[in-house]
């Protein structure tokens, strides 16, 4: 397949299936950045509780939200990262119901790992678009994030989410589904 046909393939897409396909940019990266510095038992999402965590130890109580799982799979996970040595968990001294998460060494070589592989990204990104073209993206994608946050509000409120479903005469979704993918600046969310 040619670049050409490759990039008609994607003119075709609704903006959901663009998301999730640009997240491969990403996550490809990642993946290979985390094979290559022996950190293969890396599980899936764990970049993004890495990231999380870097920028706040307390950040595992959006974790559920943030990944659309259940807060249950969040505390296997994080059971899984603390047993991988990714992550070290203490009580919180104010609030002994609570814990803190915090990186071990480990930990910290896998965030730094995924940080260079999204960097790589990022920088590939701009050698193919302007720094308005870059500025867009990112005020767009910031755009569906707060409208993403704001959809959460309304429903743990008791309002409701609107989930139009429907498909183009290309047969392509149009779903506004919520892979909550939040980038944040830094160290941001860089999950294969």
Same mark, same amino acid.
């Given at each position: 397949?040619t $670049?050409?046909?490759? #990039?008609?393939?994607?003119?075709?897409? #609704?903006i959901?299936?663009? %998301?999730?396909? +640009?997240?491969?940019?990403?996550?490809?990266?990642?993946?290979?950045?985390? *094979?290559?510095?022996?950190?293969d038992d890396?599980p899936?999402h764990g *970049?993004?509780?890495? +990231?999380?965590?870097?920028? =706040?130890?307390?950040?595992?109580?959006? %974790?559920a939200?943030?990944l659309?799982?259940s807060?249950? /799979?969040v505390?296997q996970?994080i =059971?899984?990262?603390?047993?991988?040595?990714?992550?070290?968990r203490t009580?919180?001294?104010?609030?002994?119901r609570?814990m803190v998460?915090? %990186?071990?060494p480990?930990?910290?070589?896998?965030t730094?790992?995924?940080w260079r592989a999204?960097s &790589?990204? $990022?920088?590939?990104?701009?050698?193919r678009?302007?720094? &308005?073209?870059? +500025?867009a993206?990112?005020?767009?994608?910031?755009?569906?994030?707060?409208?993403?946050?704001e959809?959460?509000?309304? /429903?743990?409120?008791?309002?409701?989410?609107? =989930?139009? !479903?429907?498909?183009?005469?290309h047969?392509h =979704?149009h !779903?506004? !589904?919520? $892979?909550?993918? @939040? $980038? @944040? @600046? #830094?160290?941001?969310?860089?999950?294969?």
């Open positions: 397949m $670049d050409r046909e490759s #990039g008609s393939r994607y003119e075709t897409l #609704g959901p299936g663009l %998301l999730r396909g +640009a997240r491969r940019a990403y996550g490809n990266l990642v993946s290979q950045a985390f *094979a290559d510095a022996g950190f890396m899936r *970049a993004y509780v890495l +990231a999380r965590v870097y920028g =706040d130890s307390s950040a595992s109580a959006e %974790l939200r943030d659309g799982i807060k249950q /799979a505390s996970l =059971d899984t990262m603390v047993m991988r040595g990714y992550l070290a009580p919180d001294t104010g609030d002994r609570r998460l915090a %990186l071990t480990r930990g910290e070589e896998a730094t790992a995924s999204a &790589e990204a $990022d920088a590939e990104l701009a050698s678009l302007s720094t &308005e073209g870059v +500025a993206l990112r005020a767009g994608l910031i755009t569906l994030c707060q409208m993403a946050g959809s959460d509000a309304a /429903a743990s409120h008791g309002g409701h989410r609107h =989930d139009h !479903h429907s498909h183009d005469h047969g =979704d !779903h506004a !589904h919520s $892979d909550h993918s @939040h $980038d @944040h @600046h #830094g160290r941001g969310d860089h999950g294969a």
